[in-house]
């Protein structure tokens, strides 16, 4: 990746006018220039057309916003955790997050389950006990996403983290003893860049991370694959009384290998070849499920164009099963799909680089680390890389003892002022199948708040702060 090095506060200069002629021979380019005959994307080019070509931006003066101490690029689980434990630690915070609202997988993919969660200390206690008190869980791990949306607003609001939704990173700039120093965003305001201390990549894909230039594993070590995406869907006019007294459904939130086994085979008799071979169906409230079941398998968390084709065909394959369920009649009569999540649900993305990588030994031997930030029980769990591997989930015969994810772990190896928190901290492919799961996101991005937020107000980098869980 080309790093672009340049002295402090310098701003780069702009040709206004050649990006105004640019845009306008785009345009002129786009209209006259049809191809038939091949397969084509919105804008009429063929695939043929970005085969070794290159443009070459114009440069332009891009406004400085904001000055921080901490920058957190990601406001889902890992994210938000991190934002408002480095407020609350005393450092001016700014939160960038590219959907409109907070919660990510929670909320924007309707995730509507915390996994992993109930030996957590700190922001997840607090956090669940918001749900519980502003009705928002219906049982120990299940909660509603509109009202996780409006919590997790609060919170940030009252601990003096500033917000800016609708707003992606898109590029990272070091300076010349390799600190992360700039960031570079778009969003409605246009294209901004944006200066911190230290900045936290809680993007889920490690995409500040790869715009820094840190290194990254992605996928299997043997194939490359990555574990398949899926599309949550939240169900209206089912009773759950009677979907649990079918055996389709466990109460409360929970669920079982018998009641997805049944479930699938409830779909096969609806017509319908599943992608994902055990599916789960859980209540949210009376007269609300939520489901789980499709797998999108080959998508790469780094392919746009793969995850739009795996979005538009899980929501079909969701569509497909809920009106073949509805035929059925019965308990189904009256199911209807109210919603999807507005993004599709990625298990697999970017694992960056740092100063210490956790791998399945750790999880087989239940390492333990002087510099813990939270202690995982969440099993070996890899989805199915291909339907004809099983379509289902596996532990790959590895039987996880509870352990530890050390502090070392979050903190970037080959960019200085940079941490992970989420699923793209430095960890192998075992390994990342157990501890990406929400509840472990929080304690990770709490760390990681405390760690950037000390490190800000000290002048120092996170690694020489001095860390102990609980201080």
């Known amino acids: ?19 105004r002629k640019f845009l306008k021979n785009s345009a002129l380019f786009a209209v006259a220039t049809p191809f038939f005959g091949l397969p084509t994307d919105t804008f009429g080019n063929t695939p043929s057309n970005y085969a070794n070509k290159n443009f070459e931006e114009p440069s332009r003066n891009i406004p400085i916003i904001k000055d921080t101490d901490v920058l957190v690029c990601g406001g889902g689980p890992a994210g938000f955790a991190a934002a408002i434990e480095s407020a609350r630690k005393g450092a001016k915070t700014t939160l960038i997050e590219m959907n409109g609202c907070l919660g990510g997988v929670w909320t924007t993919g309707l995730l509507s389950n915390i996994l992993d969660y109930t030996n957590k200390p700190g ?126 459904m466990v109460p409360k939130g929970k669920s079982s290998e018998p009641s997805k086994k049944k479930l699938y085979q409830e779909i096969k008799r609806a017509g319908v070849n599943a992608s994902y071979t055990m599916p789960t169906m859980f209540a949210i409230r009376p007269g609300m499920m939520a489901l789980m079941a499709n797998h999108q398998y080959g998508v790469s968390a780094l392919s746009a164009d793969e995850i739009t084709t795996a979005t538009i065909e899980a929501r079909r394959e969701l569509n497909s099963i809920v009106d073949g369920l509805r035929s059925l009649k019965g308990v189904w009569s009256n199911v209807r799909i109210a919603n999807t999540g507005a993004q599709i649900g990625i298990r697999e993305g970017r694992r960056i680089h740092g100063l210490y990588t956790l791998t399945w030994e750790d999880l087989k031997n239940g390492s333990r680390f002087d510099d813990a930030v939270c202690r995982v029980t969440f099993n ?41 928190a989420g699923r793209c901290i430095s960890g192998d492919f075992f390994a990342h199948s157990s501890y990406r799961v929400t509840g472990n996101a929080v304690p990770m991005g709490e760390a990681a708040g405390k760690v950037a937020a000390t490190a800000s107000l000290l002048d120092v980098l996170p690694q020489e702060v001095k860390y102990k869980m609980g201080n």
């Not at 080309?2 to 206004?16: A, G, P």
């Not at 609708?166 to 070091?174: D, F, G, Q, S």
């Not at 004809?388 to 080959?414: E, F």
């Open 123 to 248: 922001i997840m206690k607090e956090l669940a006990h918001r749900l519980e008190q502003g009705d928002a869980q219906y049982s120990a791990k299940v909660y509603d996403a509109e009202l996780m949306k409006y919590i997790l607003d609060q919170m940030c609001q009252e601990a003096g983290v500033e917000v800016r939704l609708h707003t992606r990173v898109t590029a990272a700039y070091t300076n010349s003893k390799n600190k992360l120093e700039y960031i570079v965003t778009e969003s409605f305001s246009g294209r901004e860049a944006w200066k911190s201390k230290v900045f936290i990549d809680a993007t889920g894909n490690g995409d500040l991370a790869a715009q820094a230039g840190c290194g990254f594993d992605i996928g299997s070590p043997e194939t490359g694959k990555t574990q398949p995406a899926s599309l949550m869907a939240i169900l209206v006019g089912l009773e759950e009384d009677q979907l649990v007294n079918e055996g389709l």
């Open 1 to 19: 990746m080309l790093k672009k090095m340049y002295n402090k506060d310098k701003k780069i200069m702009e040709n206004s006018k050649n990006r």
């Open 380 to 420: 070996v769990d890899v989805h199915s890389l291909e339907k004809d591997s099983g379509g289902g989930y596996s532990s790959h015969s590895t039987k996880a003892k509870p352990y530890d994810i050390p502090l070392r772990s979050l903190i970037a190896k080959d960019v200085d002022g940079l941490l992970m």
